[in-house]
Every structure is written in C-alpha cells, then in structure tokens.
T-cell receptor
C-alpha cells in the first residue's frame, strides 16, 4: 500500500526566503506526482503535475522535482510572499487513484 | 462561477439521518471522485466514476453510496449517518488520462457534522 509522507507538518519563514517542501512515497511505481495548495476553508488547487518520465516542472515561482528511484519529490518556492501562506499537499498517482500526504502548513511572515 | 460546485457547503445532522451531498461540474470531464478529509489523515478516496455507467469503490466506501446522474453530476449519500462520518467532503474531477490519474480539480468542499 502506497504511503505518502510530508515533513515538516508546519513551517514558518520570513517573507522573501526561498524554501523547499518535501514529499516522500514508499512505492516508486507511480504514473505521476501532483502538488496542490489548500487555503483555509477552501478546496484544493492544483499547482504542478509531474509525469513519471519527467524530472521537474515549473510554474512561475514554483518548481517541483521528482526522483522516483528514491521516492522523493520537492516543491521549491522562490522569494516567498505572505500570499503563499497555505497548506501544501502532494499526492502520488498510481493506478487510477491518488494517494495524498497530510500536507505541510506554510506561514510566510512579513 | 466555480467549475466544480458542491452543495450544501455546510450541514449539521443527527445520527441515523440520510444525507446527500451533490456535485456538479462544468469542466466537461468524464472522471469524478468523492474524497473525505480528516485532520491528520489526509484525503481518502470514497468512490470514483469514469463515466455515467461506471462506479468504483475507493478505500473507504463502507457506509456511503453514490449516483452518477449525468456526466456533470455525481452525488454522495450517507444512508444512515454516524458521528465518525463527520468530516470535510470534496468532489473532484479529472479529464481522461492515457495512463494513471489525470490532474484533479476540486470543489470547495462540504463540511458535514453528525451529532
């Protein structure tokens, strides 16, 4: 059974800092890895999807990497802003379903 | 308007009552999903449907049933609600993907409290 872990569970950084969020998964036989953002009381918003054949994907200040052999993905956020404060979830895509981690709650302080 | 709409957004009910959560989408996607989110447990898949005639159980389907009334509509029912079904419920959609799950698009969630 696939298990997805995100460490740390919470992170607080000053504005402007570059930061890395970590995601690990136990079964490397995945089709893709997805990163989502969740704001309080809201649904999940898709940020990036990395296919298993890809090493990374970029969107604006966000860069996600995937290393299937080690069972790891990272989400890099450049020049963090208070508006980046949210919970970030990763999910591994195997078969027809996603397995979600429990998220990293990020707070970017002024 | 949101691409994936869930109703109701909040519901408080009593043990034993029948509850239906509804989801409609304007994205034109064939695939629809129901998840529940609990603190510390992440999101878990309840049911999913790849077209109107296709219904599949997820990892926690006991106590739930679903109906795919049309390509755009997917409802989740709790026949006899119990307190441990108190959770935040999400509907999601995805387009067809040749392999694996496609990119998911979520509704805003339905918060259900069972007393």
């Amino acid at each position: 059974k696939q298990e997805v872990t995100q460490i740390p569970a919470a992170l607080s950084v000053p504005e402007g800092e570059n930061l890395v969020l970590n995601c690990s998964f136990t079964d490397s036989a995945i089709y893709n890895l997805q990163w989502f953002r969740q704001d309080p009381g809201k649904g999940l918003t898709s940020l990036l999807l990395i296919q298993s054949s890809q090493r990374e994907q970029t969107s604006g200040r966000l860069n996600a990497s995937l290393d299937k052999s080690s069972g790891r993905s990272t989400l890099y956020i450049a020049a963090s802003q208070p508006g980046d404060s949210a919970t970030y979830l990763c999910a591994s895509g195997g078969g027809n379903k996603l397995t979600f981690g429990t998220g990293t709650q990020l707070k970017v302080e002024l | 308007d949101a691409d994936v709409t869930q109703t109701p957004r909040n519901r408080i009910t009593k043990t034993g009552k029948r509850i239906m959560l509804e989801c409609s989408q304007t994205k034109g996607h064939d695939r629809m999903y129901w998840y529940r989110q609990d603190p510390g447990l992440g999101l878990r898949l309840i049911y999913y449907s790849f077209d109107v005639k296709d219904i599949n159980k997820g990892e926690i389907s006991d106590g739930y049933s679903v109906s795919r009334q049309a390509q755009a509509k997917f409802s989740l029912s709790l026949e006899s609600a119990i307190p441990n079904q108190t959770a935040l419920y999400f509907c999601a959609t995805s387009d067809f993907a040749a392999v694996g799950p496609g990119e998911l698009f979520f509704g805003e969630g339905s918060r259900l409290t069972v007393l």
